[in-house]
Every structure is written in structure tokens, then in C-alpha cells.
């Protein structure tokens, strides 16, 4: 989002691009752009991508601990150099979920907290459940939930059971909002695993190849269910007008020809749930939750879906991903970081280098908290190429300026172009950037070899 789009006072626009994708244990595919959709206009401030089945083997998952999971590493490395940072992750074993947002919004996305929930094999693997990442934006509160329910078409209800259970089961450490439906939007998503039910195989083949769709739409589980379950009736969901992402032969856009021959279905989807003004009566018919703004509200929040579709051109899995684009109109109930951080003078290896700190604004602050001198294009809060703690005696007073020192040996050599970005540690995120700055070349550079030596012009 652009500048311009965000203005402070009246609403602002911010958009939204989720994805989620049963990804099958295979490898991410070499390009991830097109499902990014990295051009479009307007351009994108939050990514949230939602993936299930990741490799989970035993020695594969532990590998994932120690160095960054495949699929992380392409999304990240597709994303980084847009100006997009990782604002945190959350894996329970093949469940794992994503959140990337350009990097003017992340003093502004704090209070990020992640919670699983198992259902799976008596919940003890966590094959199957769901995962979950909250946070506020602008003052706004948000949570995005990724699961892979309970497989077949003969376990719908079971399917029904397992969120109800983990919207119950989860909680937050956060007093106004500790469980998933006290959040203002919650995004459910991922494999639903919800089937088609009553209709043959030719059927739906036929209903699919001749693109009627809205014949199958009536018989979609999911959509049944809701009839009869209150706490599904708050969630909404665009229409089905893509092709059911669910079973493909791998590296092609034919149905299963398998002997199984599984039935095509809407398995993947992304719905979401503005919080009800009030909690609807059990014979409340009409929908719990409109997505339109309360004008009697002083930071009222509105929901546009712009797109719900699904990219074929992805062959890696048996399915296809899901794609969903939002548009966040909202009033901001802040528009000032925390904290302010810029360097001061000339910076360069050459000598040590001295750089000021100023909390705008009171939070829970800590001797713990640290500055990290970022390149520009950094990945995640932890892509750091050096950082120094805070002001360790005592904790600093509001709009105090408070100046500390980076020593000489820490700084790159090569210099270019960085960032300082304020880490909270108790905010678990980044809540103050200073501007980009250059950093100079160090003549060390030229005596360690690191850059050709430069003679009268020739290198």
C-alpha cells in the first residue's frame, strides 16, 4: 500500500492477499510469483499464506527447527526484495502458517501472539487441527486460523466438531480478546476437506468441464452444515465460482484418474467473520455477521473480498491453491511508532558509530529490547547484521532521547543502504524503524581483500 492509500484521519485502505494450499509433502515449486500476484494494482500490504501437509517426517521436521523450512525460504525470497518483512510464523508439524506485510506497516502490527490446536490421531502427532496467529493493526484486532480437518465424505460432522472444538479450545494471553471469536475479524482457512455429497462422479465431471458450477453448490458440505450450525452462520465466504481444487493428478489439471478415482471437491477454502454486535439467538435464521461498517462506531472496520479463485498452473500437489484478495477499509486508532530510532553522523567500519533512540509512546519496555541494524531488504526480524541492547541502568521516560553507541567491529564492511529497527521483546515484533541510510565503504574493506583496490583509476 502506498502512502497515499493510508492517510491519517477518516478511512484508510489496506489490501489483503491469503492463500491456502495443501501442498501434499512435495517440494515448493521454483516460482512462486504468479500466486503472489506481485504486480497487481492496487499493490498488497499483508500476505498471509496458509499451508498444510508440509513434509513432517520425523527427521525432516527436526531439520525445519534448525534452519528455515523449504517453503518459508521461497516465500520470503520472492517477497524480500518487494519490501515485504516476515512478521512471525507458526508451525505445528504439517500445518504451517505465514505473515508477511511491507515493512511501514510493522510498528503498527503489535501484540502478535500463535497458538495450534491438534485434533489428529487422539491430537498427539497434530497431523491434522489448526493453527493461529492474532495481532493488532492500527488498533484493530485480527486473527488468522489455518487448519486441515478431518478427511472423507462420510466426516462431515466429525469436520463440524473439530473447528467448533478448536475455536474453543484456543486462547491467547490477551485480556480483551483471549479467545479466536473475540477478535473484530477472525480468517478461517485451509483444507476443510469439506466434499460434495449425493452427486456421482459423471455428474460432477460434467457439471465442472461445462462450467456449471452452481449446480454442485447446493450439495457442497460446508454449505449444508451452515444451515444448521449458528457459529458457521457468522462466517462468510464469496462464491464458489472456481473449479473444486481437490483431487488432481500431480503436474496436471486432470481430475483424479487414480483407482480411487476421489470425487472432485471445494476441500480448500477461505471464509471470514466480522464479531457480531451481538450473539445470535439459536433461532436466528438470518446471517450473525454482515461485513459492513458501524457508522456509530469510532474505529469501524469494513471487509471487501476482491477476489476468490484458484491457480491452476501449480502442479506440485493433487491440490490446487486457493487464493482470496481483501480489501481492509479502516479507521487507524493509532499513526505514531512507539518508538523513533535514527542514526547519527557519517557511519562507517572506520570507527564506532552512534545512533538515538525516543519512545513516542508508553508500552512495556525492557533491558531485553534491542536495536538491529537491518539491510535493506531484510527478511525477518531475526535477518539482522548486527544489533546492540538498550539503555541498560534504567527504563527511559516518554520522549527522552537517549543515545547509544555501535562498535566499529560490527559494522559491514561494505557498507550500503540499512535500517535500524527497535525489537520489543515483550511486543515480540519491530515497533520503530528509522529511515534508510548509506552506510559507508570502510577502508578495512580495500586491506582485507573483501574489494579490488582502486589506482589511478584502475582497479
Known amino acids: 500500500m502506498s502512502d ?14 491469503m492463500v491456502t494450499w495443501n501442498v501434499a509433502t512435495a517440494e515448493p ?25 508440509v513434509n513432517a517426517t520425523p527427521v525432516r521436521f527436526i531439520s525445519d527447527l534448525l534452519v528455515e523450512d523449504s517453503w518459508s525460504h521461497v516465500f ?16 505445528m508439524q504439517g500445518l504451517l502458517l ?35 496467529v492474532r495481532f493488532s493493526f492500527y488498533g484493530h484486532m485480527v486473527c ?13 460432522l466429525q469436520r463440524v466438531d473439530e473447528i467448533e472444538h478448536i475455536l474453543e479450545k484456543q486462547d491467547f494471553d490477551i485480556t480483551d480478546t483471549p479467545h479466536v471469536r473475540d477478535h473484530k475479524v477472525v480468517f478461517w482457512f485451509g483444507d476443510l476437506n469439506f466434499r460434495i455429497a449425493d452427486h456421482g462422479l459423471h455428474f460432477l465431471r ?13 450439495k457442497d458440505q460446508l454449505t449444508m452444515m451452515k444451515k444448521n450450525e449458528p457459529f458457521l452462520q457468522e462466517f462468510e465466504e464469496g462464491p464458489l465460482n472456481f473449479k473444486p481444487t481437490y483431487k488432481f493428478n500431480r503436474n496436471s489439471d486432470t481430475y483424479d484418474t487414480s483407482g480411487k478415482k476421489r470425487k472432485p471437491a471445494w476441500t480448500d477454502r477461505i471464509l471470514w467473520r466480522i464479531k457480531p454486535k451481538t450473539l445470535p ?33 501449480y502442479g506440485v500437489s493433487d491440490h490446487k491453491p486457493v487464493i482470496a484478495t481483501f480489501s481492509l477499509e479502516l479507521k487507524k486508532c493509532y499513526d505514531t511508532p ?56 534504567e527504563l527511559p521516560e516518554i520522549n527522552e532521547v537517549i543515545q547509544i553507541s555501535m562498535d566499529k567491529d560490527e559494522i559491514p564492511l561494505l557498507g550500503g543502504q540499512f535500517v535500524l529497527g527497535y525489537y520489543s521483546t515483550n511486543m515480540q515484533s519491530i515497533i520503530g524503524f528509522s529511515a534508510n541510510f548509506q552506510i559507508l565503504e570502510s577502508k578495512r574493506a580495500v586491506m582485507e581483500g573483501l574489494v579490488p583496490e582502486d589506482i589511478n583509476g584502475l582497479k
Open 206 to 218: 460434467s457439471s465442472i468441464n461445462s462450467e456449471r458450477l452452481n449446480l454442485l453448490w447446493s
Open 281 to 313: 439467538s439459536e433461532d436466528d435464521d438470518d446471517k450473525a455477521s454482515i461485513s459492513t461498517v458501524d457508522e456509530t462506531e469510532e474505529y469501524p472496520l469494513l471487509v471487501i473480498q476482491d477476489k476468490y479463485t484458484c491457480d491452476m498452473s
Open 76 to 91: 520470503m525470497e520472492t517477497l524480500a526484495p518487494r519490501g515485504f518483512v516476515k512478521v512471525t510464523s507458526v508451525r
Open 98 to 132: 505465514l505473515v508477511f506485510a511491507k515493512q511501514m506497516h510493522l510498528p503498527f502490527i503489535r501484540n502478535i501472539q500463535t497458538t495450534y490446536t491438534r485434533t489428529g490421531i487422539f491430537g498427539y502427532w497434530g497431523n491434522k487441527g489448526g493453527v493461529s
Open 338 to 393: 512507539q518508538v523513533h530510532v535514527s542514526p547519527l553522523g557519517v557511519w562507517c567500519a572506520d570507527h564506532d558509530a552512534l545512533l538515538t533512540y525516543t519512545i513516542q509512546e508508553d508500552f512495556m519496555s525492557s533491558t531485553w529490547d534491542w536495536i538491529g541494524l537491518f539491510k535493506v531488504g531484510f527478511k525477518s526480524a531475526s535477518d539482522y547484521e548486527t544489533f546492540v541492547w538498550v539503555r541498560e541502568e
Open 144 to 156: 488468522f486460523l489455518n487448519c486441515h480437518l478431518a478427511a472423507h465424505m462420510n466426516y462431515a
Open 29 to 53: 515449486p521454483e516460482d512462486v510469483a504468479s500466486l503472489m500476484q506481485l504486480d497487481v494494482q492496487p499493490p498488497t500490504d499483508i500476505y498471509v499464506i496458509g499451508l498444510q501437509e
Open 4 to 17: 497515499g492509500r493510508f492517510q491519517s484521519g477518516g478511512r484508510d485502505k489496506c489490501r489483503l492477499h
